[in-house]
């Protein structure tokens, strides 16, 4: 049936289906990113505790860099599949708690956005000021970790020079490149003994399957 065959009444039912299914994609695609960022907020809460703990046993027990060695060993053997545990990143995890020691201060930024990033915040940042103002401008413009890299290069903070403070508790677009980043952040699959391709494979034979089923009913 071409268009121009399509009756009136048609055309204002295909219309508001249209409308209807953007709709639902929309919200399909809002719902992603919200999953997501709870799980990237449990991990980057997981990782300052594990951070904090390690600080904590440095200042009372004198633990050094060959104990924090043999944690991450002894964490690799209890979690084979996961590489989040690694002698490095537990490094990273105790920068993380030693800058940010009342976590709750920053965690509706910092929390929202990938591990990655913090990374990059830490090692490009000396205050946490200016790391808080970075983190709210990645989720208020959805920018990916090589986008935020360019304007931590280009010191847009000092060419912007806006306060720090008064921040607000925004999601990021879905439609954005921190939303795709985050979807796919392989510390996220890590974090839930996921690996990323063999998630993806089993989520398309799933959905293939069903596709499958729903047409045979169809005839």
């Given at each position: 049936?071409?268009?121009?065959?399509?009756e009136?009444?048609q055309?204002?039912?295909?219309?508001?289906y249209?409308?209807f299914?953007k709709?639902?994609k929309?919200?399909?695609?809002?719902s992603?990113?919200?999953?997501?960022?709870?799980v990237n907020?449990?991990?980057?809460?997981?990782y300052?505790?594990?951070?904090?703990s390690v600080?904590?046993?440095?200042?009372?027990?004198?633990?050094?860099?060959?104990?924090i060695?043999?944690l991450a060993?002894?964490?690799?053997s209890?979690?084979p599949?996961m590489k989040?545990?690694?002698?490095r990143n537990l490094?990273y995890?105790?920068?993380?708690?030693?800058e940010?020691p009342?976590f709750?201060i920053g965690q509706q930024?910092?929390?929202?956005?990938?591990?990655?990033h913090?990374i990059l915040?830490?090692?490009?940042?000396e205050?946490?000021d200016?790391?808080?103002?970075?983190?709210?401008?990645?989720?208020?413009?959805?920018w990916s970790?090589?986008?935020?890299?360019h304007w931590?290069d280009?010191?847009?903070h000092k060419r912007?020079?806006?306060?720090?403070?008064?921040?607000?508790?925004?999601l990021?677009?879905?439609?954005?490149d921190?939303?795709?980043q985050?979807l796919k952040?392989?510390?996220?699959?890590?974090?839930?003994?996921l690996?990323?391709?063999?998630?993806?494979?089993e989520?398309?034979n799933?959905?293939?399957?069903?596709?499958?089923?729903f047409?045979l009913?169809?005839?």
């Open positions: 049936m071409t268009q121009s065959t399509i009136p009444s055309s204002v039912v295909l219309r508001e249209k409308t299914l709709d639902i929309e919200r399909i695609l809002s992603q990113v919200k999953a997501a960022i709870a907020r449990e991990l980057i809460t997981l300052w505790e594990v951070g904090i600080c904590q046993k440095q200042k009372s027990e004198g633990w050094g860099a060959k104990t060695e043999k060993q002894d964490l690799k209890a979690f599949n989040g545990f690694s002698h490094k995890m105790v920068h993380f708690a030693r940010y009342d709750l930024v910092v929390a929202q956005i990938p591990w990655g913090n915040l830490l090692q490009k940042l205050t946490v200016e790391r808080l103002w970075y983190a709210n401008k990645t989720i208020e413009n959805g970790r090589n986008v935020l890299l931590l280009s010191g847009l912007q020079g806006k306060a720090v403070n008064n921040f607000q508790a925004t990021p677009s879905p439609q954005s921190l939303a795709h985050t952040d392989p510390y996220c699959f890590d974090f839930l003994a690996r990323e391709k063999f998630d993806e494979k989520l398309e799933g959905l293939l399957e069903h596709i499958q089923k047409l009913e169809l005839g």
